[in-house]
């Protein structure tokens, strides 16, 4: 499966952002899907995780009560809806997927993902 990501740019802190991770190629099979992100000189952190049905969603501590995933699988899209954001959460945001399930423990680590989209920028200025 291919993963294009969008809808990163440069905003004040307290605004809003929403990424969209666009799957393609074979999207027949049931995919965990993810959200890390990378800064500068660090190194690429998970950020939050969803089912294949949207019914379990995982953040990391650093976003709870901010961030907000939900899937579309009749578009084959995952989104990232950001809230209040913060300098700190400046990054390359990228998605991932792995077919079948991932519990919370294993969805936080970059090895459990098979595929990988390629990116989108998000500063946030304060």
């Known amino acids: 499966v291919q993963l294009q990501a969008s809808g990163g740019g440069l905003v004040q802190a307290g605004d809003s952002l929403r990424l969209s991770c666009a799957a393609s190629?074979?999207?027949?099979?049931?995919?965990?899907m993810g959200w890390f992100r990378q800064a500068p000189g660090k190194e690429r952190e998970f950020v939050s995780g969803?089912?294949?049905?949207?019914?379990?969603?995982y953040y990391a501590d650093s976003v709870k009560g901010r961030f907000t995933i939900s899937r579309d699988n009749a578009k084959y899209t995952v989104y990232l809806q950001m809230n209040s954001l913060k300098p700190g959460d400046t990054a390359v945001y990228y998605c991932?997927?792995?077919?079948?399930?991932?519990?919370?423990?294993?969805?936080?680590?970059?090895?459990?993902?098979?595929?990988w989209g390629q990116g989108t920028q998000v500063t946030v200025s304060s």
């Open positions: 190629g074979r999207t027949g099979s049931n995919y965990y």
């Open positions: 991932a997927a792995v077919e079948g399930g991932l519990s919370y423990a294993s969805s936080r680590f970059v090895s459990s993902y098979n595929y």
């Open positions: 969803i089912t294949w049905s949207g019914g379990i969603t």
